[in-house]
């Protein structure tokens, strides 16, 4: 039972235009949420977070919402640069959990020059 | 800053066969993670060693073991390897303490630092 869902496996998004990448989960548990990025033949790299306390956190060209009520969230990325495409894993854990991130099964974005 | 770093970083292996794999945490983490990541799969939960114990474990077997030494390098054994494990291992670092950070700042403690993986096929 997949405990966070990624539902679009991949994306394609023009250069300068808005990408978005969404992410659901299933456990009420949950109380953070990180997104990685993830390069070909590279370990994933942190992009941003964001608690249960917020809804909204922004960090330069990238914001993530959460809507808890509807155990949604999304990645926005604005605007988007070639530089972008790689593969998008969004990962959510809860109190008690430790550092156990739970993780969705990706996307995979393309931005086109 | 050295980052983390994992070897081997290909290897082949047969059904039946031991297999280690080892991680250098980043400098400053004392905290080790150990993920899965089969093909087309998000990363999968193995387990976390903290100060050479191990901290939580996710659904594996225990031909599923670990070590972490008093340098917070880390090591991943796997008995009787099955075709399933054919993967990409992934070895995470973090910042001291083992509670998740609810700090959303990108510079708080509870973010994992991944390595490049080690990838794993089972003949």
């Known amino acids: 039972d997949q405990q966070v869902k990624q539902n679009s496996p991949s994306l394609s998004v023009q250069e300068g235009r808005i990408s978005i990448l969404n992410c659901d989960y299933t456990?009420?548990?949950?109380?953070?949420f990180l997104w990685y990025k993830k390069y070909p033949a590279e370990g994933p790299t942190f992009l941003i977070s964001?608690?249960?306390?917020?809804d909204k956190n922004e960090d330069g060209r990238f914001t993530v919402f959460l809507n808890k009520s509807a155990k949604h969230l999304s990645l926005h990325i604005v605007p988007s640069q070639p530089g972008d495409s790689a593969v998008y894993f969004c990962?959510?854990?809860?109190?008690?959990?430790?550092?156990?991130?739970?993780f969705g099964p990706g996307t995979r974005l393309s931005v086109l020059p | 800053e050295t980052g983390v770093t994992q070897s081997p970083t290909h290897l082949i292996k047969t059904r039946g066969q031991q297999v280690t794999l080892r991680c250098s945490s980043q400098?400053?983490?004392?905290?080790v993670s150990w993920y899965q990541q089969a093909l087309g799969q998000g990363p999968q939960f193995i387990f976390q060693?903290?100060?050479?114990?191990?901290?939580g474990r996710g659904n594996f077997p225990p031909r599923f073991s670990g070590l972490q030494f008093p340098n917070y390098s880390s090591e991943l054994n796997v008995n009787a390897l099955e075709l399933d494990d054919s993967a990409l291992y992934l070895c995470?670092?973090?910042?001291?303490?083992?509670?998740?950070?609810?700090?959303?700042?990108?510079?708080?403690?509870?973010?994992?630092?991944f390595g490049e993986g080690s990838r794993l096929t089972v003949l």
């Open positions: 995470a670092s973090s910042s001291p303490g083992t509670g998740v950070s609810r700090d959303p700042s990108p510079s708080a403690t509870g973010e994992l630092f």
């Open positions: 456990n009420s548990m949950f109380d953070y």
């Open positions: 964001i608690s249960s306390i917020k």
């Open positions: 990962a959510a854990s809860a109190v008690g959990y430790g550092q156990n991130f739970v």
């Open positions: 400098s400053g983490h004392n905290t």
């Open positions: 060693y903290y100060r050479e114990e191990e901290n």
